[in-house]
């Protein structure tokens, strides 16, 4: 079941503040360590520290890696060197070179240095790779076995690791003398199988993989694509490296995912996590100034037509809707880019039948708002030259902003920037004086020419 | 290695057009199924077809999932029953009921007529479920064994099911007589057990497990938590009904944001997969005509100021900056009201503490914008009143706006309405008027009560 993590919380602080805390926490030490960590986020830094220096080490070990990277650079720093060496040794590699690679530069050398000669190695070769790719995100753990060896040796191989690799596994991969990757095998195939059998014959066919330089986002299309639960990664030799399993690659799907989302919305992932009322301000900030600054420009933009709108107060009603129908189409059409790149169903070929299409769906949505606001503005002011000001406007507005919003994520994404970036408010507001600017120069020239 | 899908679609039409196709189509049934369904959307339907009577049934099964499910209607459309029964029945229990349940009723009746005893029982099992909850993403073939036999009568279930359950597992769950799960034994564990050992001996505690009519949100944030790779589904009497795998919820997650993102950006999540220009306009129109009707109330509030505006016409120049900010900032807060309600970091109980926490964001984010755009419309103008209005008027705007921003959303989910519908141009336009409104009348007020 579910636990609360408030009340889990409760609970705990109740046993740390008591007179025997190392006693009473015998109780929880069978707890999972997701529910301890998700109820540390309702604790005092100082009952967590406390907390994880009486539980078993392993279990220490996995609630800092479930702790979420803001509370646990806080608990670390609050950890000697050593006390954070005895629990790194109890992590999977891949959890152990992301402690270590979050920690103060002197602080990371000390513990590396209480590390065992073996896994400093290994978090040494994890660190070499960049953070978002494949080898960044792989586990050095894999259990592998030689092709020359029988069904039963794979099997004694399997006795042999599974203290070792603490992860529930179902794939053996098979490698030649060099290291090679040759195959799999699943462990039901393995244990149906003839024990003199040789690996080589009982074996599938490797099917996907990873090089460990690629980028974690198109590891986690490969996972998706092929329904996959692990996948090894070789190096360019095909030698095999380790495995990354699903569970990291649903965090990368979640982190990506945010991502997106929160540059659409104008503020950063981080916010998601975040508590501090003054930092949450200070990461929608920027997005802010940058709408404010538009707006100035806007402002600028409109005081430069001021006699066409005096002559025509009627003028400025509709500027808002020029504005807010640009970014409007914007949004759309950029969100659509951003998100087809993300799942890499665009790629650079298609990239132009893409705008192509985004253009053919501009004319359809344009014609039809063009049409519906010209009624509008014709019936309502009984004015014909104002409905087809803002109809006109309206049209190239749309048609306009929507190819821009559909190109810049393209473009952005050819010159290996974040295409993300290109949504949100710094669409909206890009269109927005656009939209002003085209609507303010048709109306000078429909009404004659001043401005 | 991920094959590129638009040439291996090249090369598929090649053969299919050649004159012994079912000759040619032999070099390709090795294939990965996700790989021959990619290319699929390359194809002619035609060709599509003809593909799929070609290949074996159990691969075409598999493409078949692996369709999409836009092309899928279309394909299924053009198969007669007794070539959709063919497929289903070689396909997992999950996907069948899928299949099933996407056919028109008089042509599922006939499939499922077609069908064998136990696959028609299993579907029905299935299709009872809600299909967004646990029971309607769970499958059937789950690898159990009585609770009174030992590690070796295990290991021989496990031979007899292999070939049945043909997607891999490595979770082998114990249940007593009246099939009441227990607890569970991954495969390495078993492995090493002592044959002669009782299978509740060898066995883990149970840990995590979904309640069939549980939502499938709730059970991907399990997933997400735990770091699970399956799940079982039990009744309320905990008797084992099935089993949920990771590649599943990682669907799950990917519409789950998916739906959030297309909110935001105004338009369906169906988009993403949509390739008719037409289609793909008549998606977005609904949100535009939105924004369009939203953008004429804008021109009627404007209308009414007429006097204001006229005598002091620099109060246009600032309607964009505030209507846009507002708009802004309600994005940002409902966004983060979205994700945060999606991946169950707020709660009923602390929605309250949520929103007081938006109320400081935004008078810290306010008095920012209001100080910025005070100074810029003083100096600018050198009219201080102007000053005084705009910086006010943007000040009580993103006030109102972010709470209204973060309101919205958690309101629809306390009355149990997807909250990503308060964000994207609904949000907007509706803050644009109310931005308006706000800005006119305190200027109305300032410079002396016309209006």
Redesign the interface.
């Known amino acids: ?2 636990i609360q993590a408030e009340e889990f919380a409760g609970r705990l602080a109740v046993v740390l503040h008591a007179p025997d805390p190392a006693q009473g926490i015998l109780e929880y030490r069978d707890s ?1 360590p ?1 529910d301890l960590a ?1 109820a540390c986020r309702h604790l005092q830094e100082d009952d967590i520290v406390e907390l994880l220096k009486l539980l078993p080490e392993e279990i220490s070990a996995d609630v800092i890696v479930e702790l979420g990277d803001d509370l646990r650079e806080d608990i670390l720093q609050r950890l000697t060197p050593k006390e954070i060496a005895d629990v790194v040794e109890e992590m999977a590699t891949d959890d152990a070179a992301d402690v270590v690679s979050e920690l103060e530069e002197a602080k990371a050398v000390e513990v590396v240095d209480l590390l065992e000669e073996e896994d400093r190695r290994e978090i040494a070769v994890l660190l070499s790779y960049p953070e978002d790719s494949a080898g960044g995100i792989m586990r050095l753990e894999v259990v592998w076995v030689r092709s020359d060896r029988t069904a039963a040796r794979a ?1 004694e191989k ?2 042999e690791l ?1 203290g070792e690799v603490r992860e ?3 794939i053996v991969y098979v490698t030649d003398r060099e290291g090679t990757l040759l195959g799999r095998i ?4 393995l ?2 199988a003839d024990p003199d059998a040789r690996v080589t014959d009982v074996m599938e066919e490797i ?2 993989q990873a090089y460990a330089e690629q980028d974690q986002e198109e590891v986690a299309k ?8 692990s996948l090894p990664v070789v190096d360019r030799d095909q030698k095999l490296l380790g495995v990354i ?3 990291d ?3 990368v ?2 982190e990506e ?2 991502e ?3 540059r ?4 950063d992932e981080e ?3 975040e ?1 501090s ?2 930092r ?2 200070s990461l ?2 920027p ?3 940058t ?2 600054v ?3 420009l ?3 933009v ?2 430069r037509f ?1 006699t066409s ?2 002559s025509v ?2 003028l ?10 640009g ?3 914007a ?2 059409s ?3 880019m951003v ?2 790149l993300a ?1 890499g ?1 665009i790629n650079a ?1 298609d990239g132009m039948a893409r705008l192509g ?1 985004e253009l ?2 501009s004319v ?2 344009g014609a ?2 063009a049409i ?2 010209f009624f ?1 503005a014709w019936l309502w002011w009984n004015d014909i030259r104002l409905g087809i000001v803002v109809g006109g406007a309206m049209l190239a507005v749309i048609l306009i902003s929507t190819s821009v919003g559909a190109f810049v994520p393209l473009s952005l994404d050819r010159f290996r920037i974040d295409p993300a970036l290109a ?3 710094f669409v ?2 890009s269109n ?1 004086i656009l939209g ?1 600017l085209i609507y303010l120069s048709l109306a000078s020239w429909i009404y004659g020419g001043v401005g």
């Open positions: 079941m579910e999972e997701a998700a099997i399997i006795r599974y529930d596994f179902y699943p462990l039901p195939r244990i149906l099917g996907q490969i996972f998706r694509k092929y329904d996959l639960v399993t699903v569970d690659i649903v965090d799907i979640h995912a945010e997106d989302y929160s659409l919305a104008g503020t916010e998601f996590q508590e009322v003054l949450k301000a929608r900030l997005w802010l100034v709408g404010l538009g707006g100035v806007s402002a600028v409109l005081s001021e709108l005096r107060i009627a400025t009603f509709f500027v808002p809707v020029i504005m807010a129908m970014g409007n189409v949004i759309q950029s969100a659509v998100r087809g799942l169903e070929r299409r053919g769906v359809i949505t039809v708002c519906l606001i509008a949504t949100g408010p909206t507001t927005d002003i």
